[in-house]
């Protein structure tokens, strides 16, 4: 029932931004949180942020703190992810997740998108 579309991947230079984007769809907006993920190669898959659909609450990874900002548009559906000042180490398939804001937050949620690619090198 559930549909997650994440876009916005591709390469960058070290320094410079992207936009991630995750529409989702199928599901009661007002109880849900969504948040994205990464995995680069030979890694475990890692949280990065998560927002909350109803009151905005959101959570940051320690390692994106003051690079990355998360935001959603409600009327469609849409949570974004803002990477400033990307670095190689940033280079990851990116997923967005959802579900009630706990199961997104825990890593547990049964909602996930197909990812994108996100990759940072000169």
């Known amino acids: 029932q559930v549909q997650l579309v994440e876009s916005g991947g591709g390469l960058v230079q070290p320094g410079g931004s992207l936009t991630l984007s995750c529409a989702a769809s199928g599901f009661i907006w007002n109880y849900y949180g969504i948040g994205w993920f990464r995995q680069a190669p030979g890694k475990e898959r890692e949280g990065v942020s998560l927002?909350?659909?109803?009151?905005?609450?959101?959570y940051y990874a320690d390692f994106v703190k003051g690079r990355f900002t998360i935001s959603r548009d409600n009327a469609s559906n849409t949570v974004y992810l803002h990477m400033n000042s990307l670095k190689p180490e940033d280079t990851a398939v990116y997923y967005c997740a959802a579900g009630h804001f706990r199961s997104v937050l825990a890593g547990t949620t049964d909602y996930w998108g197909q990812g994108t690619q996100v990759t940072v090198s000169s």
């Open positions: 927002i909350s659909t109803s009151d905005d609450n959101t």
